[in-house]
């Protein structure tokens, strides 16, 4: 089981360690720059642009700071469970993440009409998980017995949820540029899935209490596409191979609308609402299991093979149910919405709004930020935002252009960069366009 | 790719820093039932005691019962076939013949089984004549026995022959006085009656499928047995105590004539001697019921009962017995008792069997049993460190002191899972009688230490070791066969990530 716990993690911080973000810094430079989720209805830069590679990414822990879960000892470093375990209260939390890879983008602007096309990799994930799930897998249903004084009273009520999905994603956008102020786009993706995980885990409650007797009481299931190639309560082998292009087809549509004078910009998009069809599996359990181990009526008759019966029983046991299942997933859809006011050439002042929904749970940020512009080549901002999790966050971004290269990139949680230990989250953006 | 190599790349990632060395630091000790399984104490005493048989009574008291074998007597053994071949001349018209006394028996009626009999004659008449024999002492079918022979002359002197065979099967004998008399009667076709020259009764044998009548005193051989007593192996000084055996000789008898047992030697084996056994009923003599005369073809049985009460059977019976010899024989009317009528029937026999039960009421001191058990322990090389769990609930009346001996491929003992026995199981709480009354739980772990998981997971088979004791107080303590021990085992400790 502790493996099946780490594989969860690894993959999820995997996932997230490309950094991208909910962040919203770039959204105050979107009139100049190119990066992956600019609001369609706001017009190019310039006639023609190429986007270059963009990744971007988050991670949210709503558990802590890094520096909770692993400790330095001669010099090497400790995932520690049991300090992971001590700072946890008792409630679910969250593990967030989510990031993109734009491969590349063209667009081409006219008088009233631009139109763009692009393809990305994109991919969330997210991860429930509460203290008694960590203490299990820290100190194992035995030593949690000795820990955890509710153990002793009571079943545990594990419920971990796992979502996570990748695809692909090709894309067209269309603006129509109303006038010098007024503009308002849409887009249109065709996605294709690269791999799911859905769970549904209304229970999975385990009674630790007597350590010679499994009793759990489960009703849950996790469907997968492309991911999971075997699944059981002690294994998990995970998917290596890439799925033939349109295996699981999906569509995404999104649109905006953008005002713009001298000294006001204004902004508001729909992004995302879509979703994806996956064939996959449904690994499932259900009923309520107890196990005092493998019953011998007569002790004195044991045969030779009884470790293998016990093996053999166990197995049984936490067998998993899996079926062919056909399901769709939501692409996690966005309301950004922002606006900045120039106080003079070089300043400017802004705020935004975020609103995340079809995900486990939805979630809203808001941010101020300030722009500093010394030269027509090289722009810097600030931002302070907080979200629905309470988290304040101070972040950077900026852009710098060379010719006709631009260079972008934005960081919401500044420490990061000093001590990753002392940061719960991480959400950056970098990417390079070209533009004439 | 490992889990570790995950969480390696997974902390890299969030740190942003170079780390050059994470590792995984988990304690986790898990638990999972592995047997949940039980012990009768039914099963546990027929595991201890090969030799006995366990008797559960209707309350579910039990006893251990060791059975001699089945001594038997039958009539083949008492009364042989009357062999035959010699002939019995015929001087005269009417002899009378005194039967042999065989085994002192007189025979008043009898029923004749298998053999044949012939008759011979020779005379020196030119002519055809007749002969008539017949016995009357003999029947068949209620007929006197009666043989006519019709012997033509044909031109040669003398005239000599045999008849044929004739059965003896189902005729009645009743002998006078215990004599039988052989007549015959010569006769030509005028009617004229004359001896003849000479005349011989034979046969080849005579079996009787009854005897009825007087059985005097005769001494009958029945073999010396043993019954050996592996209740005790193993243990010494007073470490066992049964509260209170019994012997039981037990003889069905169908003879129809009273029959005294002759102890020629009753004793028990020891490791240092033998010790004699001792009963105010040997002294006065066993005898056996027997049929009477109208009761011929059933059986009677004698049951005679030593225990504590009426023997030296509870003093006899310790820790040096190794088995019980007996030697008896059958002495058949031993009063001679001469105006008697009495019976032996072709089915007749006397069984005499002895019994030794031990009620399951006692005391026992590091009473020892093991067994091995045979073992695939491979599996035991996935664990990286624990110990195994046990649970014993025990509602029997005895603890038990354990070690599990690992063996290798040739049965050899290479390592033992403690330095010394261990008390594994707890004595279920007795009442006064020594009835258990309550179960009693006990919770112990077997470590396996790191340094031994590689080669205890070789062990092909386990010996267990188990030492048995009533509670201290040294009362008696009563078994049943409602009682047993659920033990549940299972395994602790850290596996292989």
Redesign the interface.
Same mark, same amino acid.
């Given at each position: 089981m502790?493996?099946l716990f780490?594989?969860i993690?690894?993959?999820i911080?995997?996932w997230?360690?490309t950094t991208y973000s909910q962040e919203l810094g770039l959204n105050f430079l979107q009139k100049d720059q190119l990066f992956n989720g600019r609001n369609p209805a706001v017009p190019f830069p310039k006639k023609t642009v190429i986007g270059l590679p963009d990744v971007s990414g988050n991670?949210y822990n709503e558990s802590g700071k890094?520096g909770n879960f692993?400790?330095s000892?001669n010099?090497?470093?400790?995932?520690? +469970?049991?300090t992971w375990w001590k700072s946890l209260e008792r409630k679910n939390y969250d593990t967030d993440a989510g990031w993109s890879v734009r491969t590349f983008y063209f667009g081409k602007k006219f008088s009233h009409f631009q139109f763009g096309i692009s393809h990305s990799v994109e991919g969330d994930a997210y991860f429930q998980y509460n203290k008694d799930l960590v203490g299990l /897998?820290?100190?194992?249903?035995?030593?949690l017995?000795d820990r955890e004084p509710l153990a002793k009273t009571q079943p545990l009520s594990l419920t971990p949820i796992l979502n996570t999905q990748a695809y692909q994603s090709f894309a067209l956008d269309l603006a129509y540029l109303i006038n010098d102020n007024w503009s308002v786009g849409i887009t249109a993706k065709y996605l294709s899935g690269l791999f799911s995980t859905k769970s549904s885990i209304q229970k999975f409650d385990l009674d /630790?209490r007597d350590?010679?007797?499994?009793k759990a009481d489960e009703n849950w299931s996790i469907r997968s596409a492309d991911l999971i190639q075997s699944f059981a309560i002690d294994s998990l082998k995970i998917n290596r191979t890439v799925n033939t292009f349109g295996t699981h087809p999906g569509v995404a549509f999104s649109a905006g609308a953008f005002y713009s004078s001298d000294q006001l910009k204004i902004g508001a998009q729909l992004r995302d609402l879509g979703f994806i069809h996956w064939n996959g599996v449904e690994y499932s359990r259900s009923g309520t299991t107890e196990?005092?181990?493998?019953? /011998?009526?007569?002790? +004195?008759q044991?045969?030779?093979?009884?470790?293998?019966q016990?093996?053999d029983t166990?197995k049984a046991l936490i067998s998993v149910k899996k079926n062919a299942a056909s399901f769709n997933t939501a692409i996690i859809g966005r309301l950004i919405l922002d606006g900045q006011y120039a106080l003079t050439d070089k300043w400017e002042l802004g705020g935004a709004f975020l609103y995340r929904f079809n995900n486990y749970h939805s979630y809203m940020r808001w941010a101020a930020s300030t722009v500093f512009k010394p030269a027509h080549f090289f722009s810097i901002g600030g931002q302070v935002a907080i979200d629905s999790y309470h988290k304040l966050t101070t972040g950077l971004f900026g852009s710098i252009r060379i010719s006709v290269v631009n260079l972008y990139m934005s960081l919401d949680q500044l420490p990061?960069?000093f001590d990753?230990?002392n940061s719960s989250r991480?959400g950056a953006n970098v990417g390079l366009s070209v533009m004439w | 790719m490992k889990s570790t190599h995950f969480l390696i790349l997974f902390l890299i990632i969030l740190s942003g820093c170079n780390i050059k060395d994470v590792s995984l630091h988990s304690d986790a000790e898990w638990a999972f039932p592995l047997i949940n399984g039980n012990i009768k104490a039914t099963n546990l005493i027929r595991e201890s005691t090969s030799d006995a048989e366990l008797i559960i009574s209707q309350d579910g008291s039990l006893t251990l019962k060791y059975t001699g074998e089945v001594l038997q007597l039958t009539k083949r053994d008492i009364f042989t076939p009357i062999p035959g071949g010699i002939p019995i001349p015929m001087l005269d018209t009417l002899v009378q013949i005194t039967l042999p006394n065989v085994n002192n028996v007189i025979i008043k009626r009898s029923v004749l089984n298998q053999g044949n009999y012939m008759i011979s004659y020779s005379h020196t008449r030119p002519e055809n004549i007749k002969l008539q024999f017949w016995v009357p002492e003999m029947s068949v079918n209620n007929e006197p026995l009666l043989n006519i022979f019709d012997i033509p002359y044909k031109g040669i002197l003398p005239v000599s022959g045999t008849s044929s065979k004739y059965s003896l099967n189902d005729i009645v004998l009743k002998p006078i006085n215990n004599k039988i008399t052989l007549r015959y009667i010569g006769t030509n076709e005028m009617g004229e009656r004359f001896k003849i020259t000479a005349g011989f009764f034979s046969f080849d044998q005579i079996d009787f499928k009854y005897i009825e009548g007087y059985i005097g005193q005769n001494v009958y051989d029945i073999k010396k047995d043993s019954i050996e007593i592996d209740f005790y192996t193993g243990i010494s000084g007073d470490n066992a105590t049964i509260d209170d055996p019994k012997v039981t000789m037990t003889a069905v008898n169908s003879f129809g004539f009273p029959t005294k047992a002759l102890i020629n030697q009753f004793v028990v084996e020891t490791n240092t001697g033998s010790v004699n056994f001792q009963s105010p009923l040997l002294d006065a003599g066993l005898t056996f019921n027997f049929p009477k005369v109208t009761e011929a073809g059933q059986s009677k049985t004698t049951n005679y009962v030593f225990d504590k009460s009426n023997s030296n059977v509870k003093d006899i019976f310790n820790t040096q017995t190794r088995r019980v010899v007996y030697d008896i024989d059958a002495l058949s009317n031993p009063d001679q008792v001469q105006d008697s009528t009495y019976f032996v029937t072709d089915s007749s026999k006397v069984t005499i069997t002895v019994t030794i039960e031990f009620p399951v009421k006692g005391t026992v001191k590091q009473y020892p049993a093991s067994k091995i058990f045979d073992v695939d322990a491979s599996p035991l090389s996935d664990l990286e460190e624990g110990g195994l769990l046990i649970k014993t609930t025990n509602l029997i009346p005895i603890a038990a002191d354990m070690q599990l001996y690992l063996m290798d491929k040739n049965g050899q003992v290479f390592d033992s899972v403690f330095a010394l026995p261990q008390t594994l199981i707890m004595a279920a709480k007795t009442n006064a009688l020594g009835v258990s009354t309550e179960a009693t739980i006990h919770t112990q772990v077997i470590p396996i230490p790191v340094s031994k998981i590689a080669s205890w997971s070789t062990a092909k088979s386990i010996k267990i070791s188990a030492w048995f004791n009533s509670p201290s107080n040294n009362l008696p303590i009563i078994v049943s066969a409602r009682d047993d021990i659920q033990i549940q085992v299972g395994f602790i400790g850290k596996l292989k990530i």
């Open positions: 502790s493996r780490f594989y993690l690894s993959l911080c995997l997230s360690g991670l890094l692993y400790s000892s010099g090497n470093m400790v995932l520690n +469970l049991e /897998i820290a100190f194992g249903n035995y030593g017995l /630790i350590p010679l007797v499994i196990y005092p181990g493998l019953r /011998i009526d007569n002790l +004195l044991t045969d030779a093979g009884i470790f293998n016990i093996k166990l990061v960069l990753a230990r991480f | -």
